[in-house]
């Protein structure tokens, strides 16, 4: 089984910058592409931000230019740069990552257990 662990989590004023970190751990064999969600209250889980094993990006347009996704292949990490932060991005915010824990395993999705994100005006 492959665990998904995000952490960098927390308040910030509108402006202000914050980190979050997703560490995999497990059996694991391969991950494939990373991305970050966001979720709040009543609304559908979107996807913020995904990044492929070789390292190319997208963003969903309410982060470009402000959100920046990078991995870490060698040690299973990815991490969210988030800068001028907005009410409006406050969500809960999980790690995603699509990978096998065997060779011949197939692909399965991992979701990590969530991290808050809490932006004050």
């Known amino acids: 089984q492959v665990q998904l662990v995000e952490s960098g989590g927390g308040l910030v004023q509108a402006g202000g910058s914050l980190r979050l970190s997703c560490a995999a751990s497990?059996?694991?064999?391969?991950?494939?592409?990373m991305g970050w969600y966001r979720q709040t209250p009543g609304k559908q889980r979107e996807l913020v931000a995904a990044?492929?094993?070789?390292?190319?990006?997208g963003y969903a347009d309410s982060v470009k230019g402000r959100f920046t996704i990078s991995r870490d292949n060698a040690k299973n990490r990815m991490y969210l740069q988030m800068k001028s932060l907005k009410p409006e991005d406050t969500a809960v915010y999980y790690c995603?990552?699509?990978?096998?824990?065997?060779?011949?395993?197939?692909?399965?999705?991992?979701w990590g257990q969530g991290t808050q994100v809490t932006v004050s005006s």
């Open positions: 497990g059996s694991i064999f391969s991950i494939n592409d």
């Open positions: 995603n990552a699509q990978g096998r824990e065997y060779p011949s395993s197939p692909a399965s999705d991992y």
């Open positions: 990044i492929t094993r070789g390292g190319t990006t």
